[in-house]
């Protein structure tokens, strides 16, 4: 009964007084991102067994983050999944952020956020992967409204327990499970450019500006 209301609570953005995560969490049941002021922010990375997400804007750094947490899983030598609803993932810009392609299952969707979501259940189901994301960013919130609330509910159970990481990505709060957390990115995301010169710089990404909500 508690869980079915968090998740209702969530469901209607009212969680931010939630209290039902522990705060002191053991160092082998978090997983680094490989960014450290998100890190910091989550006091060592994101906790394994639970649903967590990222929510923001384009441009504000989306992206980046998923990167920095595919690279980081192959670091620690896990094998990760990113299931791409809208087929907007580009392997060679992933490949020059440090991601190891020959560790990630990718699973190209065209638009179809059903399919997207079955198989990122089943890649759950499965198990044996240390991340699985599933990037929702670009479909429209009309679509994601089809999505009963308590599809996030059973997907927080496929893993509870688990080493797996459960990340949804898009552009506005989706869900999370009650030891997960809420990673929001602002408008206030900075650029990064490379060069010696205005005429030779070269964008090199975005610097995300965020704020983490959890169950604390």
């Given amino acids: 009964m508690r869980a079915a209301l968090e998740s209702l609570l969530r469901a209607r953005k009212l969680d931010a007084t939630l209290t039902s995560a522990p705060a002191n969490v053991p160092p082998d049941r978090l997983a680094a991102t490989g960014w450290e002021p998100l890190d910091a922010a989550l006091g060592g990375g994101l906790r394994r067994g639970h649903l967590s997400e990222i929510a923001g804007a384009p441009s504000t750094g ?3 983050l998923v990167l920095h947490a595919l690279a980081a899983a192959a670091r620690r030598g896990e094998v990760a999944a990113l299931v791409d609803a809208c087929d907007t993932f580009d392997p060679p810009s992933a490949a020059a952020a440090g991601v190891d392609l020959g560790s990630v299952l990718w699973v190209r969707e065209s638009h179809d956020p059903a399919r ?3 198989a990122f259940s089943l890649i759950l189901q499965a198990g044996g992967f240390g991340l699985v994301v599933l990037d929702l960013a ?3 919130a009309a679509a994601l409204r089809h999505f009963p609330w308590t599809t996030w509910m059973r997907v927080s159970r496929m893993i509870e327990g688990s080493d797996t990481i459960a990340l949804l990505v898009g552009r506005d709060r989706i869900a999370r499970s009650p ?3 809420t990673i929001a990115l602002d408008a206030a995301a900075r650029e990064r450019w490379a060069g010696a010169s205005d005429r030779a710089r070269v964008f090199a990404g975005i610097t995300p500006a965020l704020r983490v909500v959890s169950a604390r």
């Fill in 138 to 140: 670009d479909v429209p």
């Fill in 179 to 181: 030891g997960g957390v």
């Fill in 62 to 64: 989306r992206t980046s």
């Fill in 116 to 118: 997207a979501l079955k």
